[in-house]
């Protein structure tokens, strides 16, 4: 889609580098199959979170990663959207597209199976510019697609290439929530939010493969009133959540953990006790879950 790829370009071409921001706490989420409240794709090692470019409205999930290899910016775009067309439509028009824009080295080949869904790969570059690779799916009435970017001349990563085979079954990405701004940048498959008008309030997710000597559904630790704790059915899976006051009772915390296609997720949102919890971030705590469904 035009949105995708213009942020995707205008990502590629930055190469102000970008710091590690290492998280206080890590908590987070879990993946879902082509909803519309997030993306499934597994980030490679290395790649840190941007934020998402004010300029660019976009119609579902955008998010964005990027990383420097020897001073040259590699940069990765996945987005969900409502599919306006069906795939073999839209890559005939981006096909079209190119051809106006003095593309080269375009190609285009059958993807393989995405979801049970078709893809399609999709190649080009611009010359002394950027060359692109995409992988598209069309899924639940969903438009996927995920991107990666290098300059010309320089070699690809290959494990940004392997990463876009992870489109639609990886770790579940989910949407920036309404009110709410991505903080950058952030370690691969670990997001977090604070409030677009200002605030100490924060929602964080955090992913990682299931160790099989440990549970997500453990109580939790650390000092603080637990207020509800429970276990609850949600999509495909069960998911514990807990609601705690902070010792000094200055903050209240809800949670949400459980585990789904090998890996555990855990989510947080912290706000001020004297706060109302905001209904955005309250539904983010179980998009990750309510519309899994068992792996196909």
């Not at 934020?51 to 040259?72: C, I």
């Not at 080269?104 to 080009?124: F, H, I, K, N, T």
């Not at 453990?218 to 998911?239: D, E, H, K, R, Y």
């Not at 912290?270 to 068992?294: V, Y």
């Amino acid at each position: 889609m035009a949105a995708h790829r213009t942020a995707l370009a205008r990502f590629a071409r930055s190469s102000r580098p970008r710091a590690l921001a290492l998280a206080a706490a890590a908590f987070v989420l879990l993946p879902l199959a082509a909803s519309a409240e997030g993306v499934e794709f597994t980030v490679p090692d290395h790649y840190l979170v941007l934020p998402n470019p004010p300029s660019v409205s976009f119609p579902g999930t955008y998010r964005a990663w990027a990383r420097n290899v020897d001073g040259v910016r590699h940069s990765i775009v996945v987005s969900s959207s409502p599919a306006t067309r069906d795939l073999d439509a839209e890559i005939d028009t981006t096909v079209a597209s190119l051809a106006g824009r003095h593309a080269v080295d375009v190609a285009r080949s059958e993807g393989g199976l995405l979801c049970g869904m078709p893809s399609v790969r999709l190649s080009y570059a611009y010359p002394n510019q950027l060359t692109y690779v995409y992988r598209y799916a069309v899924v639940a009435d969903r438009m996927l697609i995920a991107s990666y970017a290098h300059p010309v001349g320089t070699p690809a990563d290959p494990t940004a290439l392997s990463s876009l085979d992870t489109l639609c079954s990886g770790i579940h990405q989910p949407r920036t929530p309404p009110g709410w701004t991505i903080t950058s940048p952030y370690p691969p498959n670990v997001s977090a939010w604070t409030p677009t008008a200002g605030g100490s309030a924060l929602l964080m997710q955090t992913a990682r493969l299931t160790k099989r000597d440990e549970s997500p559904l453990a109580p939790l630790s650390g000092s603080g009133t637990v207020l509800t704790t429970s276990v609850q059915p949600c999509g495909a899976t069960v998911i514990r959540r807990s609601t705690v006051k902070s010792a000094d009772g200055a903050n209240v915390l809800e949670y949400a953990a459980g585990t789904a296609y090998s890996y555990d997720y855990y989510v947080v949102y912290k706000r001020p006790a004297a706060e109302t919890a905001d209904a955005n971030a309250m539904a983010l705590l179980t998009s990750f879950c309510e519309k899994t469904i068992p792996p196909s």
